[in-house]
């Protein structure tokens, strides 16, 4: 025979549906969707890290070492000529590395969406690298700006993005 459970902030109805956490009852009104299931109203209040997300700390880890792969691979893939949707793709997926690690493997959005960030920056960075060394443009960095051509910049600029999310995905 099933146990007769009510729910804590309305006695007055039956349920079959508990908190996941401290095991009280509750009703359709009452019940809230956690990341690991059921949870009343006081247990769904959780901390970030609680949740699974970054702390503001592992972010700032997260954040810094993404622009120092980021930044850097931009300037090698420029420098080499590289900057073509294969070169962004690894070049997003060592950023998202990167982020990934320094996080403390966390797949908190909000790292995935700065290493994505900062792989977009990257590769912006190779292609001022690539058309600073455009014949008429050195010492002229405006420029070098103008001579950025959309068209070439966009699929290297998805595929980074890309591969820094798609290492989250892993």
């Not at 509750?26 to 956690?34: A, E, K, N, Q």
């Not at 590289?82 to 690894?90: K, R, T």
Request: glycine fraction near 14%; proline fraction near 4%; aromatic fraction near 6%.
């Amino acid at each position: 025979m099933v146990e007769k459970l009510t729910c804590f902030k309305h006695p007055d109805r039956e349920t079959l549906v508990s908190c996941g956490r401290c095991g009280r009852g509750l009703c359709p009104d009452c019940v809230r969707h956690g990341v690991t299931g059921v949870r009343c109203q006081d247990c769904i209040r959780l901390s970030p890290r609680e949740q699974g997300l970054a702390t503001p700390k592992q972010l700032w880890r997260a954040v810094a070492s993404a622009a120092a792969v980021g930044l850097s691979g931009g300037v090698a893939l420029g420098l080499l000529g590289f900057l073509n949707i294969i070169g962004s793709f690894l070049l997003g997926l060592a950023v998202g590395a990167a982020a990934f690690l320094a996080s403390g493997r966390h797949r908190d959005p909000t790292v995935q969406g700065a290493a994505g960030a900062i792989a977009l920056l990257g590769v912006l960075v190779g292609a001022v690298v690539v058309s600073y060394g455009m014949p008429g443009t050195a010492g002229q960095f405006g420029r070098v700006l103008l001579n950025v051509s959309f068209f070439e910049f966009v699929g290297p600029a998805l595929a980074a993005i890309a591969g820094a999310v798609a290492r989250f995905l892993m």
